[in-house]
Structures are given as structure tokens and as C-alpha cells.
């Protein structure tokens, strides 16, 4: 999405405060844009009115009422869902859950024990889940609270107080069942991804993509077993129904497709082999950040624009993002950058290396 809007020019959703540009849990409000985003291009400093943008792909909860006074008219909602029991391990892992767990057992560098401290979660997960109130995460307290229990839902929008209350619980998923336009199940993202570029016109080439931020095979060198995954889904109880739900729909619309879709899966599913070959060469780097090891790619020299904007980290393309939209004085030398790089597109279009891979 981000390579998407980025290669044509469009406006993001930044906060304007944030070096990534998220806004987490940040109140959304009509004067956000004055307030927070950075301003849209091709609009006057403080014009507010006309603060009106394309994309929002930060970390932000949906709130469609304020997002639609800042959003384009006609602006498409998309989300993605995975299957809570890989969800909520992967949030365990990165926001460091285990770190209300007796004994402080802190150090991801015991990651083969991640099974093993998820169990122990379950042995008092409302203990742990308040505790979790007290830690700081990238210096806000309470973050971790509202990750580690229906946070898919939770960002979607329904506020925590809400999920216990089951009528309010089936009237906000039926809102979602009307108000989004498509929801990719992480679990079947290609498929996902046909559906999108259908519903939405897209080209193949728009929907080619190269994943970012997936933990090393080291760092998931352990087994969960099914009933720890059952666990995983009853505690995430609504997340687990608005999965099924939305996972549900997504079948319905590759059963009304046409009969051409696993052809065309196959194909893409090809080119996407090819795509990440040619633009990485396999080549991958370890970020260690948060002490457990993300695979993020190293594009490949001389394969073009496209290449180095699927390939590169998702913050590398998000700084590329920022810079085109910050005020002219403090990006000086970084535009210079990023003129040269769309020069660069006109020399290697990945339009034309895909005819000869079709
Ligand atoms: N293409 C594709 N399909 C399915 N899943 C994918 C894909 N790309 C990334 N991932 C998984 O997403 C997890 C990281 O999520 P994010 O990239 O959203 O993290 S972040 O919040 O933006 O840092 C992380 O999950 P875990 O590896 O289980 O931790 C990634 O593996």
C-alpha cells in the first residue's frame, strides 16, 4: 500500500511528531490535521480546509466518523486479520509479554522457550493482562495492555470497555461488515491480494510485494501445540470471530470471481518468486533492534526503482514518504536523493521486466 501511494504521488496521514509517522492510540479528532499530520503535498501551509489526504497506513485505530473529514471522498477502507493464535504469539514475542511473568524472564535470547512462557501466560492471564497496565512500551504506559487481549478489534475500533458486552460486540462487527471495503486474511494474502486488485482495478505489478518484518526461522525454532493455539483463540475470543467472519466473505468473493482465479494465482504467485529474486537476490539482513532478529531484504544493485521500493524496509520507504511531504527547507538534500531515484524508475520500469517473465 505504501509503494502503492508513494509511486504516485499521494498524500499520507503522518503524525507529524513521530519520526515513524504513527499514531498509535492518539485520540483521532477534526482538528488532527492541524494539530498532529504533517500537511498534504501541493497544499498552502495552514490551509487547513484543504488538509485532506489519499492514504493513512500508519499505526493508527480506525475511527470512520473522524477519518472521513480528513479523508479524500471515495477514500477505500482496507484492513488485514490474521488467525489470532499466530497473532497473538507474534505480539507476545515483539512487545515482550513475558516481562510481567514471574522471574522477569526478559531475554529473547531464550526465544526457543516462547511456547513454553506462552503456556505460562495461561496459567493466570488476567493477572498478567493487568500488570501489563503498569509497563512502558516505546515509553507509553499501557500499550502493551491494549496488545496483548482482541487487539485486532481493539483497533478496529471498539474500545475495550465494549468487550464484554456482547450486543455491542455483534453491532460493531456488522458496522465493520458494511463499512470496509476489503479485508485481507493474513493467512491466504495472496488470494487476498487478486480479490484486491480485482475490486479495486489494480495491475498485477501493484499488488507484487515482498514481506518485511518476519521473524528468522531461528527465532521460531519452537512448536505450539493446537491446544496452545486454542488457548490463543479463546482468549482473543472476539478477534477469533471477526477472523472467521471476514475469512468467510473473503471465500465468497474468490468463489465469485470467475473461473480464471487459480490460473491467475498461479501466475502471481510465480511472478512473486521472481520479483523477490530479482529485486533481493536473496540477499537478507538481521535487524536486532528488539533483540529477537527480523529478516528485512537488501535490495539488489542495478534492478531499478521498483525493485529498491519493494525490497527495502518498510521504514526506509515510510522515510521516503515523510521527506516528500516535509516542508521544503528541512528536506533539501534528502529530495536531491529522491529525484535521483525516480530518475532512476525511468531507466528500469518493472513493467518491462515482467513481460519477460510472463
Ligand atoms: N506477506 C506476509 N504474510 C503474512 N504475514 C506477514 C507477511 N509479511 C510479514 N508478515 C508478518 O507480520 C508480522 C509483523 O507485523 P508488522 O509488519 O505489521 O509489524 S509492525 O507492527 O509493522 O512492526 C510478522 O509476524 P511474525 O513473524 O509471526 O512475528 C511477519 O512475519
Not at 516462547?114 to 512502558?136: D, H, M, R, S
Not at 486454542?230 to 473473503?250: G, H, P, S, V
Amino acid at each position: 500500500m505504501n509503494r502503492f501511494g508513494y509511486q504516485r504521488n499521494l498524500s499520507f496521514v503522518l503524525n507529524r511528531k513521530r519520526s515513524n509517522g504513527h499514531l498509535v492510540y492518539t485520540t483521532l479528532k477534526r482538528d488532527s490535521p492541524k494539530k498532529i499530520f504533517l500537511k498534504p503535498l501541493n497544499v498552502t501551509a495552514g490551509d487547513y480546509s484543504n488538509y485532506k489526504y489519499d492514504m493513512i497506513t500508519v499505526h493508527v485505530q480506525y475511527n470512520r466518523e473522524i477519518m472521513d473529514t480528513f479523508m479524500k471522498p471515495d477514500t477505500r477502507y482496507i484492513t488485514i486479520l490474521r488467525d489470532p493464535s499466530a497473532q497473538f504469539e507474534s505480539a507476545f514475542v515483539h512487545f515482550q509479554f513475558d516481562g510481567v511473568l514471574p522471574g522477569k524472564k526478559t531475554s529473547r535470547k531464550n526465544i526457543e522457550t516462547v511456547a513454553t512462557k506462552i503456556q505460562e501466560w495461561f496459567l493466570a492471564p488476567k493477572i498478567y493482562l493487568e500488570k501489563l497496565k503498569e509497563l512502558k512500551w516505546e515509553g507509553e504506559k499501557g500499550l502493551r495492555y491494549f496488545y496483548a487481549q482482541n487487539n485486532q478489534i481493539f483497533d478496529l475500533g471498539l474500545h475495550v470497555d465494549l468487550h464484554e458486552n456482547k450486543t455491542a460486540v455483534e453491532n460493531y462487527i456488522d458496522k465493520l461488515e458494511k463499512e470496509l471495503d476489503m479485508v485481507i486474511i493474513s493467512e491466504y494474502i495472496e488470494e487476498s491480494l487478486l480479490v484486491l486488485k480485482k475490486q479495486f482495478c489494480w495491475s498485477l505489478e501493484d499488488v507484487l510485494f515482498i514481506s518485511k518484518n518476519q521473524r528468522s526461522e531461528k527465532a521460531k525454532n519452537y512448536t505450539v501445540s493446537l491446544a496452545l493455539k486454542q488457548k490463543m483463540r479463546e482468549w482473543n475470543a472476539i478477534d477469533y470471530k471477526l477472523y472467521q467472519i471476514f475469512n468467510e466473505t473473503l471465500w465468497k468473493k474468490i468463489n465469485s470471481y470467475g473461473p480464471g482465479f487459480y490460473d491467475e494465482l498461479k501466475l502471481y504467485r510465480k511472478l512473486l518468486k521472481e520479483t523477490f529474486l530479482n529485486c533481493t537476490h536473496g540477499s537478507y539482513y538481521k535487524s536486532l533492534g528488539r533483540l529477537f532478529q527480523n529478516i528485512n531484504y537488501k535490495p539488489a544493485n542495478n534492478t531499478g526503482w521498483v525493485c529498491q521500493l519493494l525490497a527495502e524496509s518498510k521504514s526506509n520507504l515510510m522515510k521516503r514518504v515523510r521527506i516528500r511531504q516535509m516542508p521544503p527547507k528541512k528536506n533539501a538534500s534528502s529530495l536531491e536523493e529522491a529525484d535521483h531515484l525516480v530518475n532512476e524508475t525511468k531507466a528500469a520500469p518493472l513493467a518491462a521486466k515482467r513481460k519477460s517473465v510472463t
